[in-house]
């Protein structure tokens, strides 16, 4: 059995290649835990070695150009992959975003006049909840809007205004939606209140 097929017999039942079928692979990777961690070290002392020696880091042929970290050829086949990358991802938000569909994660409709679906909304916050980074990248890019005369949130025309005209209609469905769930809130707080009184 040569090395090519044996590699295929171990992954077509689950189980890692490298060290003969003693672990399951990873969810989404080709390699078992520990296997995995041994090929990342290799991986990166290898790229440290061809640094040290002044060769591509990812190759290993010698660069043409001492001040860079790769070589012309691996140069170009990394920037034409995220040339193609940029392009592949910029297609795909522009066919969900004309079906309606999270850009996120592609599969739950998105909430009117957004990108995004709710859930995905709601893990966003939650990532960035006080992250000061996060906070003064956005406060930087609204201010950036602000000045150019664009919609602080969407980036579009906003002619004169804070937000654009589909920003706007959003923003007031949020405020309403926000008011009706702290008055129902507020209501059933209410409610539990006074069956306690009565139960006491």
């Known amino acids: 059995m040569s090395r090519k097929e044996n590699r295929a017999y171990y992954l077509s039942r689950g189980l890692c290649p490298r060290c003969g079928g003693k672990a399951?692979?990873?969810?989404?990777?080709?390699?078992?835990?520990?296997?995995?961690?041994?090929?990342?070290?290799?991986?990166?002392?290898?790229?440290?070695?061809?640094?040290?020696?002044?060769?591509?880091?990812?190759?290993?042929?010698?660069?043409?150009?001492?001040?860079?970290?790769?070589?012309?050829?691996?140069?170009?086949?990394?920037?034409?992959?995220?040339?193609?990358?940029?392009?592949?991802?910029?297609?795909?938000?522009?066919?969900?975003?004309?079906?309606?569909?999270?850009?996120?994660?592609?599969?739950?409709?998105?909430?009117?006049?957004?990108?995004?679906?709710?859930?995905?909304?709601?893990?966003h916050r939650k990532e960035t909840a006080g992250d000061p980074k996060q906070i003064a990248r956005a406060k930087e890019r609204r201010e950036v809007r602000k000045a150019a005369g664009l919609c602080i949130d969407c980036g579009r025309p906003s002619e004169g205004k804070s937000r654009c005209p589909r920003c706007a209609e959003a923003r007031q469905e949020s405020v309403r939606k926000y008011r009706i769930i702290k008055r129902i809130d507020a209501e059933i707080a209410k409610l539990r209140e006074e069956s306690r009184r009565r139960i006491i």
């Open 24 to 123: 399951p692979v990873q969810p989404g990777r080709v390699l078992c835990k520990e296997c995995q961690q041994k090929h990342d070290n290799d991986q990166k002392a290898r790229r440290a070695k061809w640094k040290d020696e002044g060769r591509c880091t990812r190759c290993g042929r010698e660069r043409d150009d001492p001040e860079k970290a790769m070589c012309a050829k691996c140069r170009k086949y990394m920037h034409d992959l995220r040339k193609g990358g940029a392009e592949y991802a910029k297609e795909r938000r522009d066919m969900l975003r004309e079906h309606g569909i999270c850009t996120r994660c592609g599969i739950r409709y998105a909430e009117p006049f957004r990108a995004w679906c709710s859930k995905c909304q709601q893990k």
